[in-house]
């Protein structure tokens, strides 16, 4: 079965809302546990994905950078599910926008993320660092054979830019290796990046930029 299809018949019947947050992570535990069979990994992806918060958010994004070998597909969909889940939490009930996370591409095996990479705390960033930016970017997409970049928004202390990206790359695989050739120009970008499925308005920027350069806030 294609695990496209396999991850929407089989990760929708679980109401992720109830759990705790030690529920959440006992379930994030599960995807790094080598003893863990595929099915019981492929249980956990789902049941995190409709979890949709930042602790869900945050176990699905470190998997998706390493998955098991037969789940890379499982786990871009999942990270993507929760992130869209996570957008919706910021941006309230009365947000009226929907951000598809699925079949996006005009070969339809294709994903729309939203990237912000950053410069390092205290530093902005120069046109000229925009212009390497762009141009790596845009050639490690196409190396990887993404469909497309959209667009950027260039701004002084961080860049935002819009990917179509087959669901067999993994996000760290393509924003890792971009980071990576942009700082052979002189480490002008931090490691640390924000990845999701929906356009994140200013306030939402200001609270990514404080989480991606400060970690999340103890509660």
């Known amino acids: 079965m294609n695990s ?3 991850y929407i018949e089989n990760t929708h019947d679980f109401d992720s809302s109830k759990l705790t947050e030690q529920e959440v992570n006992q379930w994030g535990s599960v995807l790094f546990d080598n003893d863990k069979t595929l099915d019981e990994k492929k249980v956990a992806l789902g049941i995190l994905a409709h979890v949709g ?4 958010y945050q176990h699905l994004q470190k998997y998706n950078e390493q998955p098991d070998k037969g789940l890379e597909e499982w786990a871009m969909l999942a990270f993507g599910e929760c992130t869209l889940f996570l957008h919706g939490d910021l941006a309230g009930d009365d ?4 951000w598809v996370f699925t079949g996006v591409g005009k070969h339809n095996n294709q994903m729309r993320f939203y990237f912000m990479v950053l410069p390092p705390e205290g530093k902005l960033l120069e046109s000229w660092q925009h212009e390497i930016i762009e141009k790596e970017m845009t050639y490690v997409a196409e190396d990887l054979k ?7 928004d260039f701004k002084p202390h961080y860049v935002g830019f819009s990917i179509l990206m087959p669901v067999t790359i993994s996000v760290a695989q393509y924003i890792d290796k971009a980071i990576a050739q942009c700082n052979e120009f002189g480490n002008f970008l931090i490691t640390e990046y924000y990845c999701g499925t929906g356009i994140p308005d200013d306030k939402e920027i200001v609270e990514i930029i404080d ?3 400060n970690g999340e806030p103890e509660e």
């Open 4 to 6: 496209h299809i396999d």
């Open 211 to 213: 989480i991606v350069m």
């Open 146 to 152: 993404c469909e497309t970049i959209e667009w950027f």
């Open 95 to 98: 947000n009226e926008e929907e």
């Open 53 to 56: 918060n930042l602790t869900a």
